[in-house]
RNA sequence: GGCCUCAUAGUUCAACGGAUAGAAUAGAAGUUUCCUAAACUUUAGAUCCAGGUUCGAUUCCUGGUGAGGCUACCA
């Protein structure tokens, strides 16, 4: 057999035919798998089959069998150049002319490892989903970062992605800013004030709560209970009020509302530019908060909801070892958990494609999703089946949780600010962008800022806490983005070489008759170099769907870094543009080019953009 | 109390049930007349504890210990 076009049928499946062949006839045995593994740095070869889950259905020495299947492997396969056997590990050497031809595949690929979506199944994503009381923080950060990569991870996948998020907009919370602008706020708007309008109207949030507690102490102090007087601190019966009177619609409330959140929205548009993620469809509390009592009808119906005597509407979830959980107040409004069967309803009815969701939310709501999940799967909607809690670490602070209260609350905005100047300070001290205008030195800080904050928070599993020390600012050596970006920046240095110094040198495609780059082989031998190079690439589409199936953006970030690491090991040990063979310098040329562009798409995964110089 | 996560070098992170547990950083020692030294090379250093399942366990199960979270007719 010979593997012709590898894009085909990969070597592993040929592999597994192969064994199974081989097994059978040798020892009369149907194996119902194959187990292989990238052989380790360690062992001469570059694929391995495992022996060892054999021993079940083949009675004998591990090292016997490896070496029967090994003869005959290497005798009926051609891309197999030879093998070992050690312990119950059978390693396989595969030809050079194999990986060639690899590469010969990919070489004229656009996008490879990206799988188009044939449009049918269509998965919306939800994420940042804040409040318009106070500004973006580090939360936040993660949050974005997350579900925009898994958002495009997924699209990457072969997936349609819808981008959402829902923005908390109504509540006692946003009364508490507005009741507070009204009082001390003197007519200051973002104009007046220089302030963006998301931290103008975080201000009047903290200012309620200052005021708030020094009525209650002077509650306390002349003799009334604790509790009591939070309750019936006069500021926050008049925010009850305003809500009270928000939901009646009250011009004037109403109003004051739509200004406030308007300076909100602009301050968050700023943010999410700067941090660079987008959304497809934005859905407001203010106008979903009602939906999902229809289907409280129904449920009830159905019989998975029952009414208890007050009126209240409940779902009995204690066969799924979960608790009772109220879906409807006994005066008939809507809870947490009633919203959000309502937008999910709602989002359908909006992209009737859809298929299924992920939820970009905090671990802390663990139980919550999963009562919501059950809920609608109980109700019978086909997309349920296809619902998923991102559900992601809290990023806590040397101290422990970040307090609004103590100060501690690290803003988006400065830390972004902050990743840039150290990018700024960095890149001065080398100085090799002299010839850089003052506004390309500015975009090349951001990205490369950026670049180091993104990808510290997206390396890490996202169900692990992170802890975030401020004072230990963000790395840009080693395993980080920087670095990831400083490689890429090598390349494309090559690549300008490679054009520049050889005039018409071809560092791209090559005519293949059928246009798909079977012609002739760049080169005929490879170095172990770039033997590991190739291998690499040759699993980014697999991590890609890896990286899909598990909802992680680590995947890609760590493949990244393998990759680059060997790309940088190479870039040291072997000379590219100084080979004197044409046909290698070329090749080495080439290889360079589809490494960078690899490293371009993975990063573009995790929204991390890539410079062409640093 | 009940339920859910997490626990790996000094520190921050890896490891479909597979070989001698990988990196980065901090530490020690090297590499620029050579394609960008934000780089490369060498070196030392870790699986919370006790059982169990398995040919094989950081990974799965049970029980501890430690950290965090949830446990509202709040969102």
Redesign the pocket.
């Known amino acids: 057999m010979h593997l012709r076009n590898p894009e085909d049928m990969n070597i592993q499946d040929v592999l597994t035919i192969k064994v199974k062949e081989v097994v059978a006839s040798a020892y009369g045995v149907d194996l119902p798998t194959v ?3 990238p ?2 740095k ?2 001469e ?1 570059d694929i ?1 089959a ?1 022996i ?2 054999m ?2 259905y083949i009675k004998g020495n591990p090292e016997q069998i490896g070496k029967t299947i090994g003869e005959y492997l290497q005798d009926q396969i051609e891309e197999i150049a030879g093998f070992n056997v ?4 059978l ?1 396989l050497l595969l030809s050079d002319t194999y990986y060639i031809e690899f590469f010969n595949s990919i070489r004229d690929s656009e996008d490879y490892g990206y799988f188009h979506s044939d449009g049918k199944e269509a998965v919306m994503v939800e994420y940042s989903s804040p ?1 318009t009381n106070k500004p973006l923080h580090l939360g936040h950060i993660r949050n974005n970062l997350l579900g925009y990569s898994v958002a495009e991870i997924l699209r990457a996948s072969g997936k349609k992605v819808y981008k959402t998020q829902i923005i ?1 907009d109504r ?2 919370h946003i009364c508490k800013s507005m009741l507070a602008w009204q009082r001390f706020g003197e007519g200051e708007t973002p104009e007046s004030s220089g302030l963006k309008g998301d931290k103008l109207v975080g201000n009047y949030y903290v200012a309620f709560d200052k005021a708030y507690k020094e009525e209650v102490d002077a509650l306390v102090a002349s003799g009334q209970p604790k509790a009591e007087a939070e309750k019936e601190a006069p500021l926050l019966l008049e925010a009850q009020d305003m809500l009270r009177k928000w939901e009646a619609g009250d011009a004037a409330v109403v109003s004051l509302w739509e200004t406030m959140n308007k300076w909100v929205y602009k301050g968050f548009e700023e943010t999410y530019a700067s941090l660079g993620v987008d959304f497809d469809k934005l859905y407001y ?1 203010s106008i979903t ?1 009602l939906l999902g009592k229809a289907v409280v009808d129904e449920g009830l119906k159905k019989g998975v909801f029952y009414k ?1 005597e ?1 009126g ?1 509407v409940w779902i009995d979830l204690t066969e799924e ?1 979960l ?1 009772e959980k ?1 879906v409807l ?3 008939g409004t ?3 958990m009633t ?1 959000d069967i309502g937008t999910a309803l709602q989002r359908v009815k909006d992209f009737p494609d859809i298929d299924g969701m992920v939820y970009t939310v905090g ?6 999703f999963r009562v919501l999940f059950l809920i609608l799967k109980k109700l019978g909607f086909s997309w349920a089946r296809h619902l998923f809690h991102l559900s992601y ?2 990023v806590d602070l040397p101290g ?2 970040m307090k609004s209260r103590e100060g501690t609350v690290v803003d988006a905005d400065d830390l972004i600010a902050e990743m840039t100047q150290t ?1 700024a300070a ?2 001065e001290e ?1 100085g ?1 962008l002299e010839d850089f205008s003052e506004k390309e030195k500015q975009e090349l800080y951001h990205m ?1 800022g950026l670049g180091a904050l993104k990808y510290y928070i997206l ?3 996202p ?5 975030f020390d401020p004072e230990e600012s963000v ?6 983005g ?2 990831i970006q ?1 490689t890429y ?2 390349i ?3 690549l300008r ?1 490679a054009t520049s110094d050889m005039g018409s040198f071809n560092t791209g495609h090559s005519a293949g008759a059928d246009g798909r780059g079977k012609g002739e082989l760049p080169v005929s031998e490879l170095h172990s170099k770039e033997k590991e190079l190739l291998k690499l690439l040759q699993v980014y589409p697999e991590t890609v769907q890896l990286a899909a199936e598990s909802y992680s953006p ?2 890609i970030a ?1 493949y990244t ?1 393998d990759l680059v ?1 060997e790309f ?2 190479f ?8 080979e004197n063979e044409d046909s290698v310098r070329m090749f080495r040329v080439q290889l360079s080019g589809k490494v960078g562009e690899v490293i371009r798409s993975a990063f573009r995964l995790l929204g991390i953009e890539v410079p ?3």
């Not at 169900?463 to 802890?467: D, M, N, S, T």
């Not at 790395?475 to 980080?480: E, I, V």
């Open positions: 187990e292989f593994q052989t380790r360690d062992f070869g391995t495992v060892f889950p021993l079940r050690i312990k119950g590990f390693n409040n908390n509540g006692i509390e908060y208890k007050d209240s070892g608790d109220i107040r006994s005066d809507a809870v947490y919203q671990n802390e709501q663990d139980y919550h670490g809290m422990g949780k990018a960095i890149s080398l090799k490369i390396k890490v599993d169900k692990k806490r992170i802890l790395d840009f050596q080693g395993n980080t920087p670095f400083y920046a090598r494309q240095s090559i070489k680590a995947i760590n870094y690491k940088n090991s870039y040291q040990q072997v000379s590219i543009l100084g062409d110089r640093m």
